[in-house]
């Protein structure tokens, strides 16, 4: 939230408004949604890629206890997949929900 | 080698513990200051010499700060800190330098766990001594404002800090009692146990619909691993390494569809003063279910 509140979201409203003209309520609305995601979607699928990350430790120290030796190594370099993955589904969700902006306002 | 590193990684972290018993039990304005210094000393007793006390005595400590966390004795100090002038002065003066430390501990961390065999764990420990040094050269601050400042920090954290340790232990324990035993008669009632496809799948579902539940991808890891996991997809021949991170963050899409991880999707919405307090959830939920989606595939692909 540090970055989102005063960094992404007012470079996300301002961008909308020179594209495509005042907002409204709603679309703000949807806008600080997508803003807040953000965060989430790299927060969560990027974390693991760092070795020392609190999901990698729980995650050796549940393989460990169950029989599993497995190195920290492993598991970062196991999800830098998925982290890729997760920024083009996030891109993909933004460019729709662009294209639904545009949409609107040639309705209008 | 490692474990001798480890161990005196870990009496460094009991001594950080200690530091913050010390700041509570002396601060002037501090809430509870029994309970608060009794849980970081706690800390600190089983980090630095927990090897050498018993196992059962180590279990009821741990019990006597579940309590005291628990009837929320331990609360944050109020701590001297510097002024927001000083830290402009001071940011100003040092500049981009101040970002040496934190990559510090990112590249030690990496290099270590590559490029020899004392693994992250020694390597993070490392990175974050050379870090705290680094610190000292580039911003001359003395040394008790860095224990001052590591005290606050952990207070801060507060006793969330020692949740991951007892998620893992709980994952042992469950195996231990035979809750995956258990787990695992139940689905295999249903799902064959050799048929892969299908014990990816549970694996990965069961970690979002539990994550979904408990709004904590840690614990439900824990549990459907043992679960789960164990009998369905490791046992099958998966790679331990790539299964099981696949499955943490299968669990992570189920963070991103619940109001129960409040902290991620909630406060979240407060702080942006969204109207619809639900509306970061509602955009996470479609990208949430493809992404599980995928999960599954990548977990049947990359791990066998």
């Known amino acids: 939230m540090q970055f989102i509140r005063p960094l992404i979201l007012p470079m996300a409203e301002g961008s909308a408004k020179n594209n495509y003209g005042e907002l409204e309520e709603q679309d703000i609305e949807e806008l600080k949604g997508l803003a807040g995601a ?8 990027g974390q693991n890629v760092f070795v020392a990350s ?30 890729v993955i997760a920024v083009i589904v996030s891109a993909v969700q933004f460019l729709y929900y662009d294209k639904k902006l545009i949409r609107k306002k040639k309705m209008a | 080698m490692q474990n001798i590193l480890l161990e005196l990684l870990y009496v460094m972290c009991g001594i950080i513990s200690f530091i913050a018993a010390y700041y509570a039990f002396n601060g002037k304005e501090q809430e509870c200051r029994i309970g608060t210094s009794l849980f970081w000393a706690i800390l600190g007793l089983v980090f630095t010499i927990g090897r050498y006390i018993p196992k059962n005595v ?27 002038e000083f830290k402009e002065k001071k940011a100003a003066e040092i500049g981009n ?21 004392l693994g992250g764990l020694v390597g993070l420990g490392i990175g974050a001594v050379i870090a705290l040094l680094i610190s000292f050269v580039t911003t001359g601050a003395r040394i008790d404002e860095a224990t001052r400042e590591s005290a606050r920090l952990l207070h801060q954290v507060g006793p969330a800090s020692i949740l991951p340790q007892l998620l893992a232990a709980l994952g042992a324990l469950f195996n231990a009692a035979g809750v995956g035993e258990v787990i695992s008669r139940g689905i295999g009632a249903i799902l064959p146990a050799d048929n892969i496809t299908l014990g990816v799948i549970a694996y990965c579902v069961g970690m ?52 129960m991880a409040a902290n991620f999707n909630i406060v979240s919405a407060s702080i942006l003063e969204l109207k619809d307090k639900y509306m970061i959830i509602k955009k996470q939920i479609p ?12 977990m049947l692909v990359l791990a066998f």
Do not use: W
Request: aromatic share 10%; with cysteine; charged share 5%.
């Open chain 1, 38 to 45: 953000t965060e989430n979607y790299g927060n969560f699928y």
């Open chain 2, 97 to 117: 330098k101040l970002f040496v430390p934190a990559l510090a501990i990112a590249v030690a961390a990496f290099g270590i766990a590559q490029f020899t065999k």
């Open chain 2, 58 to 84: 180590v279990g009821a400590m741990i019990l006597v700060m579940a309590i005291l966390a628990a009837f929320k004795q331990v609360r944050v100090g109020k701590f001297f800190t510097s002024s927001p």
């Open chain 2, 208 to 259: 979002a619909l539990f994550t979904i539940i408990m709004g904590n991808a840690f614990a439900a890891f824990a549990v459907i691993t043992a679960g789960v996991g164990v009998p369905f997809v490791l046992n099958q021949g998966a790679d331990p390494a790539v299964a099981a991170a696949l499955a943490m963050t299968a669990g992570y899409c189920g963070t991103l569809m619940t109001p």
């Open chain 2, 287 to 298: 990208v949430g279910i493809v992404l599980l989606i995928i999960h599954i595939i990548l």
């Open chain 1, 54 to 83: 609190g999901g990698v430790l729980l995650i050796i120290g549940v393989l460990k206890e169950l029989g599993f030796n497995v190195e920290a190594l492993a598991v970062a370099k196991a999800s830098i997949p998925i982290a």
